[in-house]
């Protein structure tokens, strides 16, 4: 028999995070690495393989996660599946709905190291998220050294051996799928977002998931171009980008249900950053919503634009008018809170910001 060692980490936005933990469970003697999440991010996997380098070297992980309502990032199964195996859970069910609205979803959290002649457990509330593991409000429990004949390992396996048996392997042809329907549907990302690793602190723009703006015309004769600050233009580039004068990038982007390939440049004339919107907005062209009176509030210059990250060069876009702007008023006054605001020009007092 061997004694089992309890561990509880409480993380709130100031303790020390979760991920810190991780090494209450690592070990160099792993002979299976299991792990289920609801909701994985990029994020998440490069912390998880931070802290658990040696059980992840020793055996090949298995994970089981689910693209419920768009949560997951693509590119973090991707890099999940290069690690070891992945299979999601309830997407044949979503498949045959072409809905990422998940009824039941699935929602367990948890990591499952098995040894010879022990077993170690991370059991609780955080997804494999960066913000859950290091600054949400989380509990989870440690359980270290748990004895292989204890009933609990027998309940974990055979529910695991379950759920892994009818999940699906991913695959380049699901991911695919996953990654069209999560670009064009209103499920996920964005429905929840703030809820779910989105609304992370971002110094710049370019860690940033979503930005907004009062849009309006800055150039004469063009009624469906925005001008905006060089520092929130970086929030469309990678990071091989280099943002120097006259740059240049295709971007596209989901507006209205269609997908249009639209360019951000750092313009010359005005040392900002330009990008041409899509032309119409719900059947009406941009330009029939400006108004030369700059304190016309039902003008164009006082719509918002909101643009979420989905992928690379990829984000969804959002135009406003104002009797709507109380859909985006948290996003406004969370940026204001953090500082993560900029204006565009004094004269019409528009605003950038981002979260």
């Not at 390939?261 to 330009?287: C, D, F, N, W």
């Amino acid at each position: 028999m061997t004694d089992t060692e309890l561990g509880l980490g409480l993380q709130t936005p100031e303790s020390p995070p979760i991920r810190s933990y991780f090494e209450n469970i690592d070990t160099e003697d792993a002979e299976t690495f299991r792990g289920a999440s609801a909701y994985v991010t990029y994020g998440g996997v490069k912390q998880l393989e931070n802290g658990l380098p040696d059980s992840l070297d020793s055996t090949t992980p298995q994970w089981l996660v689910s693209f419920d309502y768009g949560y997951t990032q693509p590119e973090a199964v991707q890099r999940l599946n290069e690690l070891g195996e992945v299979k999601v859970v309830g997407v044949d069910r979503l498949k045959e709905r072409n809905t990422l609205n998940a009824n039941p979803r699935f929602h367990p959290k948890f990591i499952w190291i098995q040894e010879d002649e022990s077993n170690h457990l991370m059991m609780g509330s955080s997804n494999l998220t960066e913000s859950a593991l290091t600054r949400n409000w989380e509990a989870v429990v440690f359980l270290r050294s748990i004895d292989p004949d204890h009933s609990s390992i027998d309940r974990i396996s055979s529910w695991w051996e379950e759920v892994w048996e009818e999940s699906t392997p991913v695959s380049e042809d699901l991911l695919d799928w996953y990654k069209d329907l999560r670009e064009s549907t209103n499920i996920g990302p964005d429905d929840g977002a703030e809820d779910h690793d989105e609304w992370k602190d971002a110094p710049h723009p370019r860690d940033a998931s979503i930005v907004w703006a009062n849009i309006g015309y800055t150039q004469s004769g063009s009624r469906n171009q925005m001008d905006i600050p060089t520092q929130f233009g970086q929030f469309f580039l990678e990071d091989n980008d280099e943002w120097e004068l006259n740059s240049e990038y295709e971007i596209t982007i989901r507006f209205e249900g269609e997908t249009l390939e639209k360019k951000v440049k750092y313009h010359e004339g005005s040392y900002q950053t330009r990008i041409y919107l899509p032309t119409e907005t719900r059947g009406t062209r941009l330009a029939d919503l400006y108004s030369k009176d700059k304190f016309d509030e039902e003008s164009l210059r006082y719509y918002f634009a909101v643009f979420r990250r989905i992928g690379q060069y990829k984000f969804r876009l959002e135009i406003l008018p104002p009797e709507e702007s109380d859909d985006i008023q948290e996003i406004i006054e969370v940026s204001q809170q953090r500082g993560q605001v900029k204006e565009t020009d004094e004269e019409t007092e528009r605003l950038v910001g981002w979260l």
